[in-house]
């Protein structure tokens, strides 16, 4: 197979490239000039330079390729540029769709989030579930739904596309969590907040598989939720004291962290600064909870991921082999 790969330097495009790779197939890279290629190293795909919504790009690469799998995404919570947000998140899914359907692919594979479904205020739902949380909680909200209802007016008109919805994506290089628990492991995080926050959890290895498995399997038009289970912070932070003898961090009351939030979203907003808590960080912290069950994509494709527990032990053994 040859596939092309969006968003291949990131942190899951550049394990989907490996993983292709591995298996033999073709990868055909789409980056930018001004992309930081380090996660590419030991790689063969062929780079395409190109911004995800320069069609000409889109079109040279898309040439000849089986697969697409798009991965390529303004990912940022806090002070971020909407607009800049909607031009990659929403203009770049639909030239890439655009360009699949010209280019006459066999599949397309759609890296969504679990965040479509809006918040679900605790309660575990499946793909069957229908968004009722009428606003959004940040840009990042807004312009991946947005992305999703282009993808499936596009599969609605015939397009073999399919979308996997995953979960929090953990792996040693994870560039979210993955320096949180670097600091963890060297003793040096004392305090956290929101220790009753719900996170789904799938390693990114594990959705890697996944998107192959549904670029294999998959009906065109169907979406699966990837993730291997959730934990709360705190579950997740005594979990990995038990694993390592690191004491669990002490919890920052909320009213502090809602205060700190509050007072540095201004002053991040005046001197262009993302600050580590703004109003809407907190609001992610405490009061937007989104949880899912992963159940489809283990009954319909086959899928098999390591335990909530196993993901954890492996991201940490990850990050000391590399310390």
């Excluded at 994509?297 to 954890?312: K, M």
Aim: proline share 5%.
């Amino acid at each position: 197979m040859k596939a092309l790969v969006t968003g291949a330097n990131g942190f899951t495009g550049s394990h989907l490239v490996k993983r292709l790779e591995q298996r033999g197939d073709t990868v055909v890279a789409l980056v930018r000039k001004s992309s930081d290629l380090s996660r590419l190293a030991g790689t063969n795909a062929q780079l395409i330079y190109g911004d995800i919504t320069d069609q000409q790009a889109l079109e040279t690469a898309v040439a000849g390729v089986d697969w697409v799998f798009h991965t390529a995404a303004y990912v940022e919570l806090g002070l971020v540029d909407a607009a800049l947000m909607e031009r990659v998140n929403v203009e770049g899914t639909r030239q890439v769709l655009e360009a699949a359907k010209a280019a006459g692919i066999r599949k397309m594979v759609y890296c969504s989030t679990i965040g479509v479904y809006g918040d679900t205020q605790g309660r575990v739902v499946d793909e069957s579930f229908q968004r009722q949380q009428k606003d959004f909680s940040s840009a990042y909200d807004s312009t991946k739904y947005q992305a999703q209802q282009l993808v499936d007016r596009f599969a609605a008109d015939g397009l073999p596309v399919v979308s996997v919805m995953p979960s929090g994506i953990f792996g040693p290089d994870d560039p979210h969590f993955g320096p949180v628990l670097k600091a963890f492991l060297k003793g040096r995080l004392k305090l956290w907040a929101g220790g009753r926050r719900i996170t789904g959890i799938v390693h990114v290895d594990d959705l890697v598989e996944a998107m192959l498995l549904a670029a294999e399997k998959a009906p065109p038009g169907s979406h699966y939720i990837i993730s291997a289970g959730d934990m709360s912070t705190r579950e997740m932070f005594e979990f990995l004291s038990q694993e390592t003898g690191i004491p669990v961090p002490k919890e920052v009351p909320e009213p502090l962290v809602r205060l700190a939030g509050h007072l540095l979203d201004p002053i991040g907003r005046l001197l262009s600064w993302q600050p580590p808590l703004s109003r809407e960080r907190v609001h992610y912290v405490y009061d937007r909870c989104v949880r899912v069950s992963g159940n489809k994509a283990r009954n319909e494709l086959g899928w098999q991921p390591r335990s909530v527990e196993q993901t954890l032990r492996d991201v940490v053994s990850g990050v000391l082999e590399g310390a």
